[in-house]
């Protein structure tokens, strides 16, 4: 079977083509149509393996903008796709906190990447990756400079949970001459506190995985692993777990 799985996310669409063995990935930024992102990502999975669409056998859909791509063969939820994606690669993972550009989430998952349960805050941007998004254009960075520059040592607690107050605040804190290293391990630390407050109120089963484009920033991989107490693995592509999954359905495995 030939397969492509989409993830058509808020800040980014990612896309796995799956062929027997071979597998190849593409990744773009959503923008403003999460269309013409995914039919981009099909193409550029085409060019990369050389093959024609008429080849394909599915494509399944998966992420925020999976409704906006008619010419999918299937759409399925994220939970259902992140937990089969963590499931191929760690069998053992019983707990999935994935965080992405405007969601967190976490999901039990039973053997074979069944899901158990799950909880999930898209409701407020705090503790997503909007959240740090806002935060890095705040301090003059790209959100991927944050986890090499964070200072742990030097943690400055942001009190604010809003997201625009926390922008306020943290103008207020670099006013006042602080060292951006401690406010940005302290934003790290807003993250892991408010993602690590819904993974207890669900439960945190052993192993966890963590997953999505958040989970890329080592700051919030360790503050998450403080606030939880328990080791966090974090699947190589952790962005691509969702597209994963879909492209895994889209092959019937
Ligand atoms: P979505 O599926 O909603 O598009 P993703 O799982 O793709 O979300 O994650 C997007 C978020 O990941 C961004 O908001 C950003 O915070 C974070 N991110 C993306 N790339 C990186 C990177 N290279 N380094 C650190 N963080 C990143």
Redesign the pocket.
């Known amino acids: 079977m030939i397969g492509i799985g989409l993830?058509?996310?808020?800040?980014?669409?990612?896309g796995i083509l799956l062929n027997g063995d071979e597998e190849y990935r593409a990744?773009l930024p959503?923008g403003w149509s999460p269309r013409g992102a995914g039919e981009a990502i099909i193409e550029e999975l085409l060019d990369l393996s050389s093959l024609r669409r008429t080849e394909l056998n599915q494509v399944v859909v998966t992420?925020?903008g999976r409704v906006a791509l008619p010419s999918a063969d299937r759409t399925v939820t994220?939970i259902k796709c992140h937990a089969r994606g963590v499931a191929e690669l760690h069998p053992e993972v019983r707990t999935i906190i994935?965080?992405?550009?405007?969601?967190s989430k976490v999901i039990h998952v039973g053997a074979n990447g069944r899901v158990l349960d799950f909880a999930m805050n898209d409701k407020c941007a705090a503790g997503?990756?909007?959240?740090?998004?806002v935060m890095?254009t705040a301090l003059g960075m790209d959100?991927?400079?944050?986890?090499d520059n964070e200072d742990a040592e030097q943690t400055q607690t942001i009190n604010s949970m809003c997201t625009v107050f926390a922008e306020s605040e943290i103008i207020g804190l670099l006013a006042q001459g602080l060292p951006p290293g401690g406010i940005i391990a302290g934003l790290h630390q807003s993250v892991g506190k408010r993602v690590g407050a819904m993974a207890r109120r669900l439960g945190i089963k052993e192993r966890v995985a963590f997953?999505?484009?958040?989970?890329?920033?080592a700051g919030?991989q360790r503050a998450l692993k403080e606030e939880l107490g328990c080791p966090l693995l974090i699947p190589a592509s952790c962005?691509f777990t969702?597209a994963l999954g879909a492209a895994l359905l889209a092959c019937n495995r």
């Open positions: 993830d058509i996310g808020s800040v980014a669409a990612k990744l959503t992420g925020y994220e994935d965080i992405g550009g405007q969601d997503t990756g909007r959240f740090l998004q890095a959100v991927s400079e944050l986890g997953t999505g484009g958040v989970a890329i920033n919030v962005q969702g």
